[in-house]
């Protein structure tokens, strides 16, 4: 962790000296970085994920239009610095209101929030890196022993088991090392209401797994927690979702990441799973379902066109999705008790994930 | 004017430090209609002298009561008349006349009477043509009490006065039948050619030969011998012969640039003048100049298209705008975008004719006809101030944007160097002295368009 750290750090320095030698040598400052315009943004086979293209572009305050969205960079930039430097934490909506001290006058938030993507394009990591984060919502439970780094824990220990309602993944949980690791799995879960019963359930246990809740979504630093996790502790990772083409996604972006973050790396895991719940289970299990809306067809197209879904079990589920015009939730095992998703359903499912 | 309002009976005082009237025309002068000061031809602010005396006419027909005249020329006494018109016999009636000494050797003419008005009505009108005279007399002091009892200044800017009209005879195409017999009465020429040499203007002995040979005229025949018919005959000729010289304009006094820019600077106050006097011309023999004038920013309000203010023979025309040829011409035949001059634009135009006849469309006065020659005088004289008002406004223009973009570059760079020296972690901030100095200096190269495709955020 020490190590990314200084890295951040010293590419945000990089960043400062570049630009305040251009001025000593009486130059309009100027950056260059990868375009993130959709024509500039590929998908690589090889690192199976979004990434950009060889396109840049050149943010120069000579422009007159650049130069405002150029300041707005350089003090983000320098907040940021101090954010790391003094290891405290900042929100998106925390940057949008310290820069009216400054009077950089952001319009919006989305403003403020696209010149923090520049900020990560231009370093090359992710907000979180420098300690800017998104609200937190995603959560943890399993036996994992972590330990703190950030200020006032440096050293205390916890273990993820300890507390039955998970643990917010937020900045003092993606920071800390892990000490020990007495699982051999871990099963990512769209909603909450799943995670809660697997915890009851004590899939943990049952299954040696450590559970994580992404609510919906799963933010960016979720995200890279999972990796970390996986690749760290050589775990691998399957995901449960609802089985309609959202939550399909939810569990593409955990593997393949997302096209907005194609400037970034190190978001996705590409060797997890999706494990369900797939548009044959709803077939083979005679889930009570409901129909696919028109929205939910338009986005399965869409998806068909999407290279991370060119595999062949996207394939056969998009397929089936469009068959059978079908969709069921994740609770929609309780019709055969409330146990039985742990019993039979996720048994069956880990098996299968091994495979695939 | 006695304090009123609305409706009613006002009673109307007005005073000159003019020439003054020699005593024995004053009776005449403001009793009869048609007595006419007006018989030779140069210009002059009326057409008839009736303006005066039927304002006059009119007090006396809504209040039947006298109107007092003072007048007194330089070094000699104040002649004081109450004078009523004798309508049906158009003869003025003295009731009163006295005599005052004239120590302090006063000269002008101070009028009072009584007439129906109504000021709260036409009073706003009465404004603008105090204002407006201001503006082409600028070397006028006018003075007004309102009804309500408020005093309106208009102070001289300048003590200079155009030169006047000089008299000069008529040019030939400019004569009627009627004054054709009128001259024929009053010469004392023994020969036609003589005739035309000494009465119209710009004929000299071979033109004149020219003309009678063209108008099947004997040169020799006497001009009081000729027929009715044969007068008519001249008269037709004189408006169809092509050989004669254009009309002679020292007859014309125009305003001048200088004293027109005077009176528009200190009526207006505008952040742009230009001003421009076209060389004089000609229509049906009447010689007449146009000057105009174009005000810009400052004092003239923004009223979503050009203001138009129409003067003759230094008279402000304030109605029936839409009727008058300056109108068509600022409105339909200047493409006011070419000048850079949009609708936001503050803009006032100014048309002022001077001619021994203006070509009024009505007897009411108001407006101009579209005569194509006074039309092509008007629309060249505005193009050309209007040329030098774009050049100006182009240059405002690229000034202010100049201006922005320095403040927006003081803003920025400023901060670049700062938060850049923070990343650094440099102590002293870099200097962007330079820098600003070389935004003021030259256009930035590359200004619009010139990023590489701007960022869109992709689609998941």
Known sequence: MKEKKEKVLGSLTDLGTRMYDQINRRQFPWIKMPSRSTNNILYDDKTRQYILGDKNVKRSSRNIRHLRPLTQLVWTASFADELTRQRKTSTLRDVFYSAQAYEMDFVDQPESDNIITDLETVVGFPREDFNIFPEERSAIFGNLTIQYTIPGYEGKKLNLASHPDGMMIGPALTNAEFVDCKANKIIAIEKGALFTRFVEERVHDRFKAILIQTAGQAPRGTRAFIRRLSQELKLPVIIFTDGDPWGMHIAMVIIGGSANAAHLRDLNTPDAKWAGVWATDIVDYKLPSSKLTDLDVKRLYELQKDPRYHGKLWKREIETFLKIRKKAEQEAFSRYGLTYIVDEYLPAKLEAAEDL | ?460
């Not at chain 2, 009793?31 to 304002?55: C, E, H, N, P, V």
């Not at chain 2, 009678?212 to 006497?222: D, I, Q, R, S, V």
Request: hydrophobic content about 35%.
């Open chain 2, 1 to 460: 004017m006695e304090p009123v309002e609305g409706p009613g009976v006002y009673n109307v005082r007005i005073e000159d430090n003019g020439l003054g009237l020699p005593e024995d025309v004053i009776p005449s002068a403001f009793g009869q209609i048609l007595f006419g000061s007006k018989y030779k031809l140069r210009q002059t602010r009326g057409t008839f002298g009736l303006g005066g005396k039927m304002a006059i006419l009119y007090g006396q027909i809504t209040t039947h009561t006298a109107v007092k005249v003072i007048s007194s020329v330089k070094r000699g006494k104040i002649y004081e008349y109450h004078l009523m018109m004798d309508i049906q016999k158009n003869r003025p009636v003295v009731l009163k006349r006295k005599v005052h000494k004239n120590k302090n050797r006063w000269h002008g003419t101070i009028l009072e009477f009584s007439t129906e008005a109504d000021y709260t009505h036409a009073m706003s009108k009465i404004l603008d043509y105090f204002k407006q005279t201001a503006t082409v007399a600028p070397n006028a002091n006018l003075t007004f009490v309102d009804p309500r009892g408020r005093l309106y200044r208009y102070d001289r800017a300048t003590t200079v006065m155009s030169k006047p009209p000089q008299e000069t005879t008529c040019h030939p195409h400019g004569v009627d039948v009627e004054t054709l017999k009128r001259l024929i009465e009053q010469t004392n020429s023994k020969h036609i050619l003589d005739f035309m040499k000494k009465h119209f203007q710009r004929v000299g002995n071979t033109t004149a030969k020219k003309f009678l040979e063209y108008a099947g005229l004997n040169p020799k025949k006497t001009p009081k011998k000729l027929s009715t018919d044969e007068i008519v005959q001249l008269a037709s000729a004189m408006k169809s012969f092509d050989q004669f010289l254009p009309p002679d304009a020292s007859c014309l006094s125009p305003l001048g640039e200088t004293l027109l820019k005077t009176g528009i600077q200190k009526e207006f106050n505008p952040e742009f003048i230009e001003v421009y006097q076209r060389k004089p011309a000609a229509y049906s023999g009447f010689p007449f100049i146009i000057e105009v004038g174009l005000a810009c920013g400052g004092g003239i309000p923004n009223t979503g298209k050009p203001i138009l203010y129409r003067f003759a023979n230094k008279i402000p025309l304030l109605f029936d705008e839409a009727s008058d040829v300056s109108y068509k011409v600022v409105n339909d035949q200047v493409d006011w975008r070419h000048y850079k001059v949009y609708p936001d634009t503050p803009l006032a135009v100014f048309v002022h004719l001077c001619s021994t006849k203006i070509p009024y469309k009505t007897v009411g006065k108001e407006f101009i006809a579209d005569r194509p020659e006074v039309e092509r005088e008007i629309l060249n004289a505005i193009r050309e101030v209007a040329r030098r008002l774009s050049i100006f406004l182009s240059k405002k223009a690229s000034h202010e944007k100049q201006k922005k973009r320095l403040d927006v570059f003081s803003k920025y760079l400023p901060k670049i160097a700062l938060f850049s020296a923070k990343l650094a972690h440099r102590k002293k901030e870099p200097n962007v002295g330079p820098l600003l100095k070389s935004v003021l200096t030259y256009e930035t190269e590359t200004e619009e368009g010139s990023s590489e495709g701007e960022e869109g955020e992709g689609s998941r």
